[in-house]
């Protein structure tokens, strides 16, 4: 199993950064895809970006596209979401979670494909 803890939320102007990171903790953090993802209230939990276990492959939701950029440092165990240009519609709980992929190169957009979850962190962008 891997534990994850988001950080870095808050409230920002829009047009403004952030930068979340998510910690894990127990097994190998370098074996797993990772994924970032949000849930605005009343909505569905939606794909933001998902890196391969490698950090060589990457993908991004088209509406983050361009001002999201997701990293990772195995050394650290750490996963991370530079985020600029935050609009109003950024706002939501950003969720970091872990994929299963016994090294292969892949990365997913879907909850499903994902065992493992983190709690949260608020991101809210004032207009």
């Known amino acids: 199993?891997?534990?994850?803890?988001?950080?870095?939320?808050?409230?920002?102007?829009?047009?403004?950064?952030?930068?979340?990171?998510?910690?894990?903790?127990?097994?190998?953090?370098?074996?797993?895809?990772?994924?970032?993802?949000?849930?605005?209230?009343?909505?569905?939990?939606e794909f933001v970006a998902a890196m391969s276990w490698s950090g060589g492959n990457t993908g991004y939701a088209d509406s983050v596209k361009g001002r999201c950029t997701i990293s990772r440092d195995n050394a650290k165990s750490t996963l991370y979401l530079q985020m600029n240009s935050l609009k109003p519609e950024d706002t939501a709980v950003y969720y970091c979670a872990a994929?299963?992929?016994?090294?292969?190169?892949?990365?997913?957009?879907?909850?499903?494909?994902?065992?493992?979850?983190?709690?949260?962190t608020q991101v809210t962008i004032s207009s």
Do not use: D
């Open 1 to 45: 199993q891997v534990q994850l803890v988001e950080s870095g939320g808050g409230l920002v102007q829009a047009g403004g950064s952030l930068r979340l990171s998510c910690a894990a903790s127990g097994r190998t953090f370098s074996s797993y895809a990772m994924g970032w993802f949000r849930q605005a209230p009343g909505k569905e939990r």
């Open 99 to 120: 994929a299963v992929t016994n090294y292969s190169g892949s990365y997913y957009s879907g909850p499903p494909s994902y065992s493992y979850w983190g709690q949260g």
